[in-house]
C-alpha cells in the first residue's frame, strides 16, 4: 500500500492509533520509547500533535512521566517485549485525562496503542461510586432498619441496623427475597 494511501487510512479512523519502538537501556530494560507514527484521532483524544512528536522519546514529550503512579515505560516495554497484549483502564497524570487502552507488538520491540479517552465517563463513575459511598454511610449509622429493593423485591441494601437485628450481615442480605432473609415471627409483625 502507498505510504500517501496508508496515512490517508490511519487519519479516517475513528479509533485512536499510534505505533512505537521501546527503547531499552544497557541492561535490556526499558526505559523510554519512541513515537513513530500516529493518526488524527491519537492527537485529539491526547493533545500531542502529530508534527511535535514522531521521532521524538516520550521522555521528551512528556518529561514528567517517569513521576507519574503509572509505570508507562514498564508496561509498554513489557508488551513490545513479550508480545503480550493489554486492554486496561488508566489515568495519565502528563495528559490529565483517563483512557481506556488497548496495546499489543506487531513486532518484537514495538508496540500499538489504540486508545480511548473516557475521562468524562470516568469522573461520572467515581462521582457516583463516591455519592454511593456517602449515602451507604449515612444509611449504615441509622440506628433504624432499612433496607432498599429491587424491581423483583430482592434487596440490594441493607443497613448494619438491620442485619444486627437479624442476626446476620448486610452482604449475606443482599439478592435475596423476603422470604428469605425475614424469619416468619418477623414478616407477621
Known sequence: MPDKVRRQVLNAM???YALHRI??????HPCDY???EANKAFEASTGLLISEIVGKKVTEVLPDIREDKFDWIKTYGEVAL????????????PLKKWYKINAYSPEKGYFV???NEITKEKELTLGLEES???????????SDYICLKDKNLRHVFANKALADFLGTTPEE???????????REVANI
Open 14 to 16: 475513528p479509533v485512536s
Open 82 to 93: 513479550t508480545g503480550r497484549s493489554l486492554n486496561f483502564e488508566q489515568y495519565s497524570g
Open 23 to 28: 527503547i531499552l537501556d544497557g541492561a535490556g
Open 173 to 183: 442480605i443482599i439478592g435475596k427475597d423476603d422470604t428469605e432473609v425475614y424469619p
Open 34 to 36: 519512541e513515537f513513530l
Open 132 to 142: 454511593n459511598r456517602i449515602l451507604a454511610d449515612f444509611l449504615n449509622s441509622s
Open 113 to 115: 496503542t489504540l486508545v
